[in-house]
Protein backbone atom coordinates (compact mmCIF):
# COMPACT_ATOMS: atom_id res chain seq x y z
CA UNK A 1 0.00 0.00 0.00
CA UNK A 2 1.30 3.31 -1.06
CA UNK A 3 2.40 5.57 2.13
CA UNK A 4 0.04 8.78 2.37
CA UNK A 5 2.40 12.35 2.74
CA UNK A 6 1.01 15.62 3.65
CA UNK A 7 -0.47 17.04 1.18
CA UNK A 8 -0.73 21.14 0.19
CA UNK A 9 -3.73 20.76 1.54
CA UNK A 10 -2.96 20.10 4.88
CA UNK A 11 -2.92 16.42 6.65
CA UNK A 12 -4.23 13.83 4.44
CA UNK A 13 -7.37 12.26 4.52
CA UNK A 14 -7.63 8.57 4.55
CA UNK A 15 -10.38 5.68 5.07
CA UNK A 16 -9.17 3.39 7.72
CA UNK A 17 -9.37 0.40 5.57
CA UNK A 18 -8.63 0.28 2.00
CA UNK A 19 -8.13 2.86 -0.84
CA UNK A 20 -10.17 6.04 -1.89
CA UNK A 21 -11.53 4.99 -5.38
CA UNK A 22 -12.15 7.53 -7.96
CA UNK A 23 -14.06 7.08 -11.44
CA UNK A 24 -13.69 10.32 -13.68
CA UNK A 25 -15.26 10.03 -17.25
CA UNK A 26 -14.94 13.14 -18.80
CA UNK A 27 -15.58 14.68 -22.41
CA UNK A 28 -12.53 15.91 -24.23
CA UNK A 29 -11.87 18.22 -27.38
CA UNK A 30 -9.32 18.94 -29.73
CA UNK A 31 -7.88 21.92 -27.19
CA UNK A 32 -6.65 18.97 -24.79
CA UNK A 33 -3.40 19.67 -23.06
CA UNK A 34 -2.05 15.84 -23.51
CA UNK A 35 1.46 16.33 -21.51
CA UNK A 36 -0.23 17.85 -18.51
CA UNK A 37 -2.48 14.34 -18.57
CA UNK A 38 0.78 12.28 -18.53
CA UNK A 39 2.34 14.42 -16.41
CA UNK A 40 -0.65 14.35 -13.12
CA UNK A 41 -1.50 10.35 -14.92
CA UNK A 42 2.54 9.81 -14.10
CA UNK A 43 2.93 11.93 -10.80
CA UNK A 44 -0.24 9.95 -9.39
CA UNK A 45 1.74 6.62 -10.39
CA UNK A 46 4.90 8.10 -9.09
CA UNK A 47 3.18 8.54 -5.59
CA UNK A 48 2.05 4.69 -5.88
CA UNK A 49 -1.38 5.18 -6.99
CA UNK A 50 -3.07 3.28 -9.69
CA UNK A 51 -4.49 5.03 -12.67
CA UNK A 52 -6.86 2.87 -15.08
CA UNK A 53 -6.90 4.75 -18.47
CA UNK A 54 -9.81 3.93 -20.37
CA UNK A 55 -11.19 5.18 -23.86
CA UNK A 56 -14.99 5.18 -23.63
CA UNK A 57 -17.39 4.42 -26.38
CA UNK A 58 -20.96 6.32 -27.09
CA UNK A 59 -21.95 9.64 -25.94
CA UNK A 60 -21.69 10.06 -22.21
CA UNK A 61 -17.86 10.46 -22.31
CA UNK A 62 -14.49 9.89 -24.13
CA UNK A 63 -11.79 9.55 -21.54
CA UNK A 64 -12.24 7.28 -18.43
CA UNK A 65 -9.82 7.23 -15.08
CA UNK A 66 -10.10 5.15 -12.70
CA UNK A 67 -7.51 6.33 -9.63
CA UNK A 68 -7.30 4.21 -6.49
CA UNK A 69 -4.64 5.05 -3.44
CA UNK A 70 -5.13 6.13 0.34
CA UNK A 71 -5.82 9.61 0.52
CA UNK A 72 -8.56 11.95 -0.88
CA UNK A 73 -6.75 15.06 -1.06
CA UNK A 74 -4.48 14.12 -3.60
CA UNK A 75 -7.38 12.30 -5.58
CA UNK A 76 -9.03 15.87 -5.30
CA UNK A 77 -5.61 17.27 -6.50
CA UNK A 78 -5.39 14.57 -9.79
CA UNK A 79 -9.27 15.60 -10.74
CA UNK A 80 -7.80 19.68 -10.98
CA UNK A 81 -4.82 19.00 -12.96
CA UNK A 82 -7.35 16.52 -15.70
CA UNK A 83 -9.92 19.78 -15.93
CA UNK A 84 -6.83 22.34 -15.81
CA UNK A 85 -5.82 20.16 -19.05
CA UNK A 86 -8.83 20.48 -20.50
CA UNK A 87 -10.66 17.50 -19.73
CA UNK A 88 -14.46 18.51 -18.69
CA UNK A 89 -15.59 15.77 -16.29
CA UNK A 90 -19.40 14.91 -17.04
CA UNK A 91 -19.76 12.20 -14.93
CA UNK A 92 -17.94 10.62 -11.72
CA UNK A 93 -17.88 8.31 -8.78
CA UNK A 94 -16.74 8.26 -5.65
CA UNK A 95 -16.19 5.03 -3.07
CA UNK A 96 -13.91 2.79 -1.24
CA UNK A 97 -12.60 -0.69 -1.67
CA UNK A 98 -14.35 -2.75 0.77
CA UNK A 99 -14.83 -6.68 1.80
CA UNK A 100 -18.45 -7.32 2.65
CA UNK A 101 -20.37 -8.19 5.60
CA UNK A 102 -20.89 -11.42 3.93
CA UNK A 103 -17.41 -12.59 3.48
CA UNK A 104 -16.55 -13.45 6.77
CA UNK A 105 -13.73 -16.13 7.20
CA UNK A 106 -12.74 -15.05 3.97
CA UNK A 107 -8.95 -16.43 3.60
CA UNK A 108 -6.50 -13.48 4.07
CA UNK A 109 -5.06 -13.39 0.31
CA UNK A 110 -8.52 -13.30 -0.93
CA UNK A 111 -9.07 -10.15 1.55
CA UNK A 112 -5.98 -8.29 0.76
CA UNK A 113 -6.69 -8.55 -3.00
CA UNK A 114 -10.37 -7.15 -2.37
CA UNK A 115 -9.31 -3.84 -0.18
CA UNK A 116 -6.19 -3.35 -2.25
CA UNK A 117 -6.68 -4.70 -6.31
CA UNK A 118 -3.71 -4.79 -9.01
CA UNK A 119 -5.17 -2.52 -11.40
CA UNK A 120 -5.70 -3.30 -14.34
CA UNK A 121 -5.21 -6.95 -14.43
CA UNK A 122 -3.77 -8.11 -17.61
CA UNK A 123 -5.40 -9.46 -20.49
CA UNK A 124 -8.73 -7.63 -19.59
CA UNK A 125 -9.46 -5.10 -21.66
CA UNK A 126 -12.76 -4.91 -22.25
CA UNK A 127 -14.40 -2.23 -19.11
CA UNK A 128 -17.92 -1.70 -18.31
CA UNK A 129 -18.77 0.29 -14.34
CA UNK A 130 -21.88 0.71 -13.19
CA UNK A 131 -23.68 1.78 -9.92
CA UNK A 132 -26.13 0.12 -8.15
CA UNK A 133 -28.01 0.11 -5.21
CA UNK A 134 -30.03 -2.99 -3.25
CA UNK A 135 -34.14 -1.81 -3.23
CA UNK A 136 -35.58 -0.40 -0.71
CA UNK A 137 -39.80 -0.66 -2.31
CA UNK A 138 -42.48 -2.06 -0.56
CA UNK A 139 -42.18 -6.00 -0.11
CA UNK A 140 -38.99 -5.67 -2.32
CA UNK A 141 -36.89 -4.18 0.64
CA UNK A 142 -33.42 -5.42 0.96
CA UNK A 143 -33.12 -3.78 4.51
CA UNK A 144 -36.06 -5.64 6.23
CA UNK A 145 -34.47 -9.01 5.40
CA UNK A 146 -32.59 -10.56 8.35
CA UNK A 147 -28.54 -11.02 7.67
CA UNK A 148 -28.99 -14.63 7.29
CA UNK A 149 -31.76 -14.62 4.37
CA UNK A 150 -29.44 -11.62 2.75
CA UNK A 151 -25.93 -13.87 3.42
CA UNK A 152 -28.11 -16.85 1.52
CA UNK A 153 -28.84 -14.74 -1.78
CA UNK A 154 -25.71 -12.99 -1.82
CA UNK A 155 -23.87 -16.34 -1.70
CA UNK A 156 -26.03 -17.58 -4.55
CA UNK A 157 -25.22 -14.27 -6.43
CA UNK A 158 -21.42 -14.83 -6.17
CA UNK A 159 -21.81 -18.43 -6.98
CA UNK A 160 -22.86 -16.57 -10.94
CA UNK A 161 -20.03 -14.95 -10.62
CA UNK A 162 -17.38 -17.38 -10.12
CA UNK A 163 -18.46 -18.83 -13.58
CA UNK A 164 -16.68 -16.33 -15.14
CA UNK A 165 -13.38 -16.79 -13.45
CA UNK A 166 -10.63 -16.02 -16.00
CA UNK A 167 -13.27 -13.85 -18.52
CA UNK A 168 -14.21 -11.49 -15.80
CA UNK A 169 -12.58 -9.46 -12.88
CA UNK A 170 -15.10 -7.57 -10.82
CA UNK A 171 -14.56 -4.88 -8.74
CA UNK A 172 -16.93 -3.92 -6.74
CA UNK A 173 -16.58 -0.40 -4.34
CA UNK A 174 -18.57 0.18 -1.70
CA UNK A 175 -20.14 4.22 -1.67
CA UNK A 176 -23.06 4.17 0.43
CA UNK A 177 -23.43 8.09 2.00
CA UNK A 178 -20.46 9.23 -0.41
CA UNK A 179 -22.12 9.09 -3.74
CA UNK A 180 -25.49 8.44 -4.63
CA UNK A 181 -25.49 4.87 -5.54
CA UNK A 182 -24.69 2.16 -2.93
CA UNK A 183 -22.00 0.76 -4.94
CA UNK A 184 -19.43 0.93 -7.52
CA UNK A 185 -19.46 -1.81 -10.35
CA UNK A 186 -16.54 -2.01 -12.47
CA UNK A 187 -15.75 -4.90 -14.47
CA UNK A 188 -12.91 -5.60 -16.93
CA UNK A 189 -13.08 -8.63 -18.81
CA UNK A 190 -11.20 -10.78 -21.89
CA UNK A 191 -13.65 -10.14 -24.55
CA UNK A 192 -17.04 -7.15 -24.77
CA UNK A 193 -19.38 -10.12 -25.12
CA UNK A 194 -17.70 -11.37 -21.31
CA UNK A 195 -19.33 -8.33 -19.75
CA UNK A 196 -22.81 -8.73 -21.14
CA UNK A 197 -23.06 -12.14 -20.75
CA UNK A 198 -21.72 -11.53 -16.73
CA UNK A 199 -24.50 -8.67 -16.15
CA UNK A 200 -27.21 -10.54 -17.83
CA UNK A 201 -26.73 -14.08 -16.20
CA UNK A 202 -26.34 -12.52 -12.68
CA UNK A 203 -29.80 -10.43 -12.95
CA UNK A 204 -31.56 -14.34 -13.01
CA UNK A 205 -29.97 -13.97 -9.71
CA UNK A 206 -33.17 -13.04 -7.34
CA UNK A 207 -30.76 -10.96 -5.26
CA UNK A 208 -30.50 -8.78 -8.55
CA UNK A 209 -33.80 -9.55 -10.03
CA UNK A 210 -35.90 -8.96 -6.83
CA UNK A 211 -33.88 -6.36 -4.96
CA UNK A 212 -30.98 -4.53 -7.31
CA UNK A 213 -31.21 -0.87 -9.24
CA UNK A 214 -28.53 0.13 -11.46
CA UNK A 215 -27.29 3.20 -12.98
CA UNK A 216 -26.13 4.30 -16.10
CA UNK A 217 -22.93 2.35 -17.66
CA UNK A 218 -20.20 2.98 -18.91
CA UNK A 219 -18.04 1.24 -21.41
CA UNK A 220 -14.83 1.27 -23.23
CA UNK A 221 -11.52 -0.10 -23.50
CA UNK A 222 -8.59 -0.33 -21.42
CA UNK A 223 -5.03 0.65 -22.43
CA UNK A 224 -1.96 3.10 -21.24
CA UNK A 225 -2.65 7.14 -21.04
CA UNK A 226 -1.04 7.67 -24.52
CA UNK A 227 -2.90 4.96 -26.42
CA UNK A 228 -5.81 6.02 -24.97
CA UNK A 229 -5.57 10.21 -25.47
CA UNK A 230 -4.19 8.83 -29.44
CA UNK A 231 -7.81 7.55 -30.03
CA UNK A 232 -9.53 10.28 -28.58
CA UNK A 233 -7.39 13.12 -30.24
CA UNK A 234 -5.62 11.55 -33.27
Not at 82 to 100: D, I, K, N
Request: hydrophobic share 40%; charged share 20%.
Amino acid sequence: MPAAETTESGSPLLPSVGLAVLHLFCQVGPDLEQDVVHKAVASMEADGYQVVPVALLGHKADLGLMVLGPDLWRLRQFQSAVQQAGAEPVASYVSLTEVSEYAAGLPEELRQARLFPQLPPEGKTAFCFYPMSKRRDGEANWYRLDFDRRKELMLGHGKVGRTFAGRILQVITGSTGLDDFEWGVTLFGVHPDDLKQCVYDMRFDEGSAVYAEFGPFYTGMVADIGTVLAALIP
